[in-house]
């Protein structure tokens, strides 16, 4: 980032995704939001043994570029936090949290003052007084209006639908054990951090608060049929056997998927176009970034002090690309070749 965007914009962006952090926490505590918000940490685990490497040079640069304390984990010492032999390390940042996203969206939607679920924006005209947005229930005529629709952009934002790729081929799946034994619990994710690796094809995990092995992935990149959620999970059951071979007998009692929004630059994208503010493309690590982007666009809409630190940045396209991304399954096959080759 820093040879893309140079040192300013990089620190921006860098401080941007500390405020987003921030504004989350806060929020829970003003909205007495109820999501099981709790701060302690997260793992980046090391796929391979030369993954070290990076996660070294990643903690050495953010102690000499940002002042951000991280820690490396050798593999000798990976027991302390996770009972595995599958990875070859890590690195830990203490100053992460997490939390359980349906009740975070619900306590948000709680707090909202004006809601009003289940009416999509079927067009957007604009006009001399602002925008008419269309929906099945009719129109609504409005001066500003912010599309914060990420993976579910659609053709009613045409010039948003384009330079979002939704993930819903790959999708992200995660699957749920039943409750472990408490004790077994803790001893395989002993500080309940959140966990990440460093595969494109990455798998995220974490110990629920009532102990089960919460366990997600990209389990594929093929085109949604009625039998891809049991399919993935049970791709995603054997990678978490891989890791935790402990649970073997302990069934899986859910799984779901969603519907992610990358970018062509793969970067998250916030501003102004044609008079539409928009905030959109997280690749998966919306949680925090979007709640702090919203705010921020809701202060600028209200006439408040706000800041975008993504002002600026060129919100890619492709001219092949009109929305549906057929190209996903070679992007796949690349992806596991680099898991493969690197």
């Given at each position: 980032?820093?040879?893309?965007?140079?040192?300013?914009?990089?620190?921006?962006?860098?401080?941007?995704?500390?405020?987003a952090?921030?504004?989350?926490?806060?929020?829970?505590?003003?909205?007495?939001?109820?999501?099981d918000?709790?701060?302690?940490?997260?793992f980046?685990?090391?796929?391979?043994?030369?993954?070290?490497?990076?996660?070294?040079?990643?903690?050495e640069?953010?102690e000499?570029?940002?002042?951000?304390?991280?820690?490396?984990?050798?593999k000798?010492?990976?027991?302390?936090?996770l009972d595995t032999q599958?990875?070859?390390?890590?690195?830990?940042?203490?100053?992460?949290?997490?939390?359980?996203?349906?009740?975070?969206?619900?306590?948000?939607?709680?707090?909202?003052?004006?809601?009003?679920?289940?009416?999509?924006?079927?067009?957007?005209e604009?006009?001399?007084?602002?925008f008419?947005v269309?929906?099945?229930r009719?129109?609504?005529q409005?001066?500003?209006?912010?599309?914060?629709?990420?993976g579910?952009?659609?053709r009613?934002?045409?010039?948003?639908?384009k330079?979002?790729?939704?993930i819903?081929?790959?999708g992200?799946y995660?699957?749920?054990?039943?409750?472990?034994?408490?004790?077994?619990?803790?001893?395989l994710?002993?500080?309940?951090?959140?966990?990440?690796?460093?595969?494109?094809?990455?798998?995220?995990?974490?110990?629920?608060?009532?102990?089960?092995?919460v366990?997600?992935?990209?389990?594929?990149?093929?085109?949604?049929?009625?039998?891809?959620?049991?399919e993935?999970a049970?791709?995603?059951?054997?990678?978490?056997?891989?890791?935790f071979?402990?649970i073997?007998?302990v069934?899986?009692?859910y799984?779901?998927?969603?519907?992610l929004?990358f970018?062509?630059?793969?970067?998250?994208?916030?501003?102004?176009?044609?008079g539409?503010?928009?905030?959109?493309?997280?690749?998966?690590?919306?949680?925090?970034?979007?709640?702090?982007?919203?705010?921020?666009?809701?202060?600028?809409?209200?006439?408040?002090?706000?800041?975008?630190?993504?002002?600026?940045m060129?919100?890619?396209?492709?001219?092949?690309?009109?929305?549906?991304?057929?190209?996903?399954?070679?992007?796949?096959?690349?992806?596991?070749?680099?898991?493969?080759l690197?």
């Open positions: 980032m820093l040879q893309t965007f140079g040192a300013a914009k990089t620190h921006d962006l860098w401080d941007a995704s500390l405020a952090l921030e504004c989350v926490a806060a929020l829970v505590q003003t909205e007495n939001i109820d999501c918000f709790a701060r302690r940490g997260h980046e685990a090391a796929y391979k043994p030369k993954h070290m490497e990076y996660l070294r040079a990643a903690h640069l953010l000499r570029e940002f002042d951000y304390p991280t820690r490396i984990v050798p000798s010492e990976l027991r302390n936090e599958f990875y070859h390390g890590g690195l830990v940042d203490e100053r992460s949290a997490g939390l359980h996203p349906a009740k975070y969206a619900r306590g948000l939607a709680r707090a909202a003052q004006d809601l009003h679920d289940g009416v999509a924006a079927e067009a957007l604009k006009n001399g007084r602002g008419t269309k929906t099945a009719g129109s609504i409005a001066q500003n209006v912010f599309a914060a629709t990420n579910y952009t659609s009613a934002t045409p010039q948003l639908h330079r979002i790729i939704p819903i081929p790959i992200s995660i699957i749920a054990t039943e409750p472990l034994d408490p004790q077994l619990a803790r001893q994710i002993p500080h309940n951090r959140m966990i990440f690796d460093t595969k494109n094809f990455l798998y995220y995990f974490r110990r629920s608060p009532d102990d089960r092995i366990f997600g992935g990209r389990a594929a990149f093929f085109p949604e049929k009625p039998g891809t959620v049991s993935s049970e791709i995603l059951r054997k990678g978490m056997l891989q890791i071979p402990q073997e007998n069934p899986t009692a799984a779901w998927g969603g519907t929004g970018t062509f630059d793969i970067f998250p994208h916030a501003g102004e176009m044609d539409l503010y928009y905030a959109m493309g997280y690749a998966g690590h919306g949680v925090a970034l979007a709640t702090y982007l919203g705010q921020q666009f809701a202060n600028r809409l209200a006439g408040k002090t706000w800041h975008n630190p993504f002002e600026g060129t919100f890619p396209t492709n001219p092949l690309y009109w929305g549906k991304p057929w190209f996903l399954p070679f992007a796949a096959l690349y992806y596991r070749f680099m898991d493969w690197y």
